[in-house]
Structures are given as structure tokens and as C-alpha cells.
């Protein structure tokens, strides 16, 4: 393969790692303030039960968010140094601000909220809890700042080559960055949900209840069903930015090979790259129209008027239908699940045995929506790394294409073992209790 392939391939690989551990982290340290909220009202043993478990799985989680973004933001140096030549005036103060603000913030108190427990007062023990997860929300901020300046750039000027900020506030809110933003706190949140609902439906199944089973369950069942109608409406807001400043990302997702009005929305295709049109095409009229311009007889421009500066359709075209899809899955697990669960009156060993089976296969599926979503998102803005101004191909190391393979098959390796280390983990500790009367209730 090409070195500027495999070099995408590894960035890729890399980032698809590391992103499953913030997705998580940023919305379960808000549920941690949750529950350690409760557990102080309420001084409900279960509450307390439910904060340190999942004080385990954030911190397991964390440490791999750590290692894995240390490797990547180190690619920037092996196999883009092009890209930091030339924008790192605006990416290297934005990465910056999220180490001395975000990372120091979290570091910071996070022995505490792990370890301080009955070592220092509740009080200096919620205010550690806030500071975590205020901390994990900022980092967000900065990281995405960044990353969508580079799909909607603005507030710099360009001398000799090199991008120079004109304007911070309009370099971090850029145009796509409050969609962006919401949407991936919106994504971390259903990924928290369908986390808490499917480990404790997997504890459930197994008869492994622990003193906070029944009420994680409530909980994630609960943040699922309020979160998933926002996500759409964002996800609505966010396409409706993305067809007006990036066009052609839009037109690969929906398969729009030619400029046309009243474009079906295509349930299921093959794109065929070779011809420029879709095999087997099975869509609904005007609907593509109707959602992205909000007019029936909207137009849609085609792919074939970007003369080649567009990103691969299927990856996009794929990647789209696979986050919405499990979207959905999660509207209808998230609301049946609590219907039924209030219908039980709250009696978690009363649920239909085949909703826990889906719960539990429902537990990562949030990762499978945010590698789709982030895949769209990415490979859009090919064959640009900074979106219409600056080409990927041109900010490349020239570093061998076989040693860049050899480093593509370890990292590939270690990953796979990490992540299902990970899981099994989790496994353990969800299966680590035995029962107790009355610990399903």
C-alpha cells in the first residue's frame, strides 16, 4: 500500500482506540456526581455501592484514555509533521490549552475522588467528584475545538504556508464546533446508558446482583430514553451545518453521484465508485430532500461536481446508516425498556428475561455508533486534512511505507488485546458479587 495510506490507516487505528475511553469517561463522571449526590441525601448504602463500582470502571477507563492518546498525539510528529509545520500555530496552543486546563485539572483530583473516600471530608470528596468530571467535559471542548476548525476553518490568515490565528474566539467557535460539541456529549451519554443498562441486565441474567443493580439499571435506562430525541435533533442541526459547508461530505453519505432535487432517501446500496451510481438502490422518495433542506423538492449537489476532491462514498455511505441504525436501537431498548420497567413497578426481577438479553447486547453499542459516526466524520473531510485548504497527501512523512506497516500490525495487535482485557474485566467485576436477597428489587 501506499505510505500515506497506511500512515491514515494507523492514525485511524489509533484514534478508533482511544476515542471508546473519553466517550465514556465524559458523561459516567457526571453519573459518579450522581451517584455520589445521592448516596449524601440520601445515605442509601446502594447509592454508595453504585459510586465505587463505577469509580473502577472509570478509572480503568481512564487509564487506557491516557497511554492511547499519549501514542497518537505522537503520530502528529511521526506521520504528519507536515500538518504541525504548517497549522500547528492553531492545533499546537488549542492541545495545549487542553493539557494545562483539562488533563492537569483531572490529574489533579483524581487520586482523591479514587482514593480519598473516608480519608478526606464528604465535602472535599464531592468537590474532587465536580472537578473530575468538569475536567473531562473541558477536555472535550479543547479537543473538539480543534478538530472542527479543521472542517470549518476561520479566524487565521495564511503567510508563507503557514496558518496564523487572526482571531481565537473565531478559531475555537468555528461554525460546525456547537454542533460538534453537542453532539459528542450527547453521544457519550447514550454510551454511559446503554453501559450502566447492559452490565446490570448482564447481572440480572447471570444472578449476580449487587446492592445497586436494580438502580443503575433505572438510571441508564432513564438517561437513554431523555438523551436519544436530542441526539436526533442535534444530529438533524448538525447535517443541516454539514450540507452548507461541506457539501460533499453530505452528498457521499447519501449517495448523490449527480446534482439532483426531491433525492430519495436510500434505506439500503451499493455504491459502485467504477459506474458513479448505486447498485440495488431501495430508498424513499424525496426524503434525503425533505431532511436535508427541509423542502421536498430541495437540491442536493452531486458528487461528480467536486471533480474528484470528494472523500470514498462507502465508508461514508456505511459508516452513516450504521450510526443511525443503532440510534434507533437504542430509542426503541431505551423507551421499551423503561415502559416495561415502570409497568413492573420498579421491580428489576420482574423484567421480560428477553429485554435483559437485549440490554446486555446493547451494553457497547454505543462504541459501534461513535466509530461509525466518527468514520463519517473523518474520512468526510478527505482528501483534505484541513477542510478545502490544506490536502493530507502533502503533509506526510516520508518514513518508509513497509516500517509504517510494521507499526500498523502492533499497534493492531496490542489494541485488540487491550480491548478485550477491558471487557473482560468489566465481566469480572459485574459477576464478582454473588446474590442477595433482595438486592433485584
Known amino acids: 500500500m501506499d505510505a500515506v495510506v497506511l500512515a491514515r490507516m494507523q492514525f485511524a487505528a489509533n484514534i478508533t482506540f482511544h476515542i471508546l475511553f473519553p466517550t465514556i469517561n465524559i458523561a459516567l463522571a457526571w453519573v459518579l456526581l450522581f451517584f455520589r449526590a445521592r448516596w449524601l441525601l440520601t445515605h442509601d448504602a446502594a447509592w454508595l455501592s453504585a459510586y465505587r463500582f463505577w469509580t473502577k470502571v472509570f478509572a480503568l477507563s481512564f487509564a487506557l484514555g491516557v497511554v492511547s492518546g499519549i501514542t497518537m498525539s505522537f503520530q502528529f510528529g511521526t506521520n504528519w509533521p507536515g500538518f504541525m509545520e504548517k497549522a500547528g500555530n492553531i492545533a499546537g496552543p488549542l492541545l495545549g490549552y487542553e493539557v494545562l486546563t483539562a488533563f492537569f485539572l483531572e490529574a489533579s483530583f483524581l487520586g482523591v475522588m479514587l482514593f480519598g473516600h473516608g480519608r478526606v471530608s464528604e465535602r472535599v470528596h464531592l468537590v474532587a467528584t465536580v472537578m473530575v468530571a468538569f475536567g473531562t467535559t473541558l477536555s472535550a471542548f479543547w479537543i473538539l475545538s480543534l478538530n472542527s476548525w479543521m472542517h470549518t476553518p476561520q ?142 423538492d430541495g437540491e442536493i449537489k452531486g458528487l461528480d461536481e467536486f471533480k474528484g476532491a470528494h472523500p470514498p462514498v ?16 437504542m430509542l426503541v431498548f431505551s423507551w421499551g425498556g423503561l415502559w416495561l420497567y415502570k409497568r413492573r413497578r420498579w421491580s428489576a426481577a420482574d423484567l421480560p428475561r428477553v429485554l435483559l438479553i437485549g440490554l446486555s447486547w446493547m451494553t457497547f453499542s454505543g462504541w459501534l455508533a461513535t466509530i461509525a459516526g466518527w468514520y463519517v466524520t473523518e474520512i468526510g473531510r478527505q482528501p483534505f486534512i484541513v477542510y478545502g485548504l490544506l490536502r493530507t497527501a502533502d503533509v506526510a512523512s516520508a518514513v518508509p511505507a513497509p516500517m509504517i506497516a510494521t507499526t500498523l500490525i502492533g499497534y493492531i495487535v496490542l489494541y485488540l488485546a487491550l480491548i478485550i482485557a477491558y471487557v473482560s474485566v468489566i465481566k469480572y467485576m459485574a459477576e464478582k458479587t454473588e446474590v442477595t436477597t433482595g438486592s433485584a428489587a
Open 155 to 296: 479566524g487565521f490568515e495564511i503567510i508563507n504556508g503557514e496558518f496564523h490565528a487572526l482571531d481565537w474566539w473565531a478559531v475555537i467557535f468555528n461554525p460546525s464546533f456547537p454542533y460538534r460539541l453537542t453532539h459528542k456529549l450527547l453521544a457519550s451519554g447514550l454510551t454511559v446508558s446503554f453501559l450502566l443498562a447492559g452490565v446490570s441486565a448482564w447481572q440480572l441474567l447471570k444472578g449476580k446482583t449487587q446492592p445497586h443493580t436494580a438502580r443503575v439499571l433505572r438510571v441508564g435506562l432513564t438517561l437513554g430514553a431523555l438523551l436519544i430525541p436530542l441526539q436526533i435533533l442535534v444530529g438533524d442541526m448538525h447535517g443541516l451545518n454539514t450540507l452548507k459547508y461541506q457539501p460533499a461530505k453530505i452528498a457521499a453519505m447519501e449517495g448523490v453521484w449527480q446534482t439532483e432535487r426531491g433525492a430519495p432517501l436510500l434505506l439500503f446500496a451499493w455504491p459502485n465508485a467504477q459506474t458513479r451510481s448505486n447498485d440495488f438502490e431501495i430508498g424513499i422518495p424525496k426524503l434525503a430532500s425533505l431532511v436535508l433542506t427541509h423542502h421536498a
Open 314 to 329: 462507502a465508508p461514508l455511505f456505511f459508516g452513516f446508516r450504521i450510526m443511525v441504525g443503532t440510534g434507533l436501537l
